[in-house]
């Protein structure tokens, strides 16, 4: 069955010192269509939606102090799919739409200088 995958990144400005997220950024990426089948696991999904652009798997990301959400979700007319759901569990049919959103953290942290160097921290730019 053919499923439309509206993927987004969300970016967490993670702050060392205070452990939590500090600033959220959601970028939208262009919808795709994959096939899948009915009996296919939510985790299988977004797997190959990883693998698809490039992203390292969720077992080899880094999870910094603090942070215990997870870091994939996918979320159909409104409710999050847990991962070890079928598609079929969910009520995913043919032609259903998708959104799935995949969570990255960027540090902000303080950085001394030496030699002269000033003290500087994360830019906006950065993020």
Request: with cysteine.
């Given at each position: 069955?053919?499923?439309?995958?509206?993927?987004?990144?969300?970016?967490?400005?993670?702050?060392?010192?205070?452990?939590?997220?500090?600033?959220?950024?959601?970028?939208?990426?262009?919808?795709?269509?994959?096939?899948?089948?009915?009996?296919?696991?939510?985790?299988?999904?977004?797997?190959?939606?990883?693998?698809r652009f490039t992203w390292e798997p969720v077992s080899q990301l880094l999870?910094?102090?603090?942070?215990?959400?997870?870091?994939?979700?996918?979320?159909?007319?409104?409710?999050?799919?847990?991962?070890?759901?079928?598609?079929?569990?969910?009520?995913?049919?043919?032609?259903?739409?998708?959104?799935?959103?995949?969570?990255?953290?960027?540090?902000?942290?303080?950085?001394?200088?030496?030699?002269?160097?000033?003290?500087?921290?994360?830019?906006?730019?950065?993020?």
């Amino acid at each position: 069955m053919k499923l439309t995958v509206q993927p987004r990144v969300q970016k967490e400005k993670w702050s060392l010192y205070w452990r939590t997220s500090m600033n959220t950024k959601t970028e939208l990426l262009d919808p795709f269509v994959m096939d899948v089948t009915p009996t296919m696991k939510c985790a299988d999904v977004k797997a190959k939606i990883a693998e698809r652009f490039t992203w390292e798997p969720v077992s080899q990301l880094l999870r910094l102090e603090g942070f215990e959400e997870n870091w994939e979700l996918m979320v159909f007319e409104g409710r999050e799919c847990a991962d070890d759901s079928t598609l079929e569990d969910c009520g995913i049919e043919d032609g259903n739409t998708v959104t799935t959103v995949r969570k990255v953290l960027v540090a902000e942290g303080w950085k001394i200088g030496g030699n002269g160097d000033d003290d500087s921290d994360t830019d906006e730019d950065d993020f």
